[in-house]
């Protein structure tokens, strides 16, 4: 008896890592699950197969107003969207979503997530345009072995650093670009555990404020820091 409930204690151990590292790392038979029984993405909407897809769930398209933009409207200069899943030539993407844009030399950047239909998964994409209106894309700039939405990029001091959505890493991630735009390097994590949703920081009054909620309910949560890399 007492060897029986032994090995129902080996097999449930076993089970609890083996079922952590499928979550977390997507280890087999992760996507082969994945496909059989269409799991929804990870911002919570069915993906489409490619006889369904027209722009996907999401496109990316531009519209103006006045100032606040409480009465947003198409501009009438050009045709929306203006980048969606036909513009991505270097993977099979199902949508691109979550714009941030950020100037540099005159030049707009634009990051967003590509959605790889191969993968499964989000990948970082970005684009570039002299006028903010018209846009060209230029490729995929982070691909890691987990979704990734939501690139929230900035300037501190002399340097850019993206914060993107890596809620199945467990994790807040910054990275650096070294150059910018097309080369970003992992610096570490801001904040590990648990699973983070579109973190946004700003610096306001010496100490940086970091904006972010999670996958189990819909509180905003609010963290802070002296520094935006700790030593």
């Known amino acids: 008896m007492i060897k029986k409930y032994i090995s129902y204690t080996i097999i449930l151990l076993f089970g609890i890592i083996y079922g952590f590292s499928i979550h977390k790392y997507n280890i087999f038979p992760y996507n082969y699950l994945k496909k059989i029984v269409k799991f929804s993405s990870p911002n919570g909407n069915a993906l489409l197969t490619n006889e369904d897809k027209n722009y996907g769930p999401w496109a990316i398209g531009i519209f103006s107003g006045p100032t606040p933009p409480f009465d947003l409207s198409d501009t009438g200069i050009i045709k929306n969207p203006i980048l969606s899943y036909k513009d991505i030539t270097d993977i099979d993407a199902e949508f691109v979503a ?134």
């Open 98 to 231: 979550d714009p941030f844009i950020i100037i540099k030399d005159s030049t707009y950047y634009m990051f967003f997530e590509v959605m790889n239909t191969k993968t499964s998964q989000g990948d970082i994409g970005y684009a570039e345009s002299r006028d903010a209106l018209h846009w060209r894309y230029k490729g995929i700039i982070l691909d890691e072995k987990f979704h990734l939405s939501y690139p929230y990029v900035f300037k501190w001091k002399e340097d850019y650093y993206l914060i993107p959505e890596s809620n199945n890493d467990l994790s807040v991630r910054l990275y650096k670009a070294s150059p910018f735009p097309r080369k970003w390097n992992y610096i570490g994590n801001l904040l590990s555990g648990y699973h983070f949703v579109d973190p946004s920081i700003v610096r306001y009054k010496g100490k940086w404020w970091m904006f972010l909620s999670d996958t189990h309910n819909d509180f905003l949560n609010l963290y802070y820091s002296d520094e935006l890399i700790k030593d």
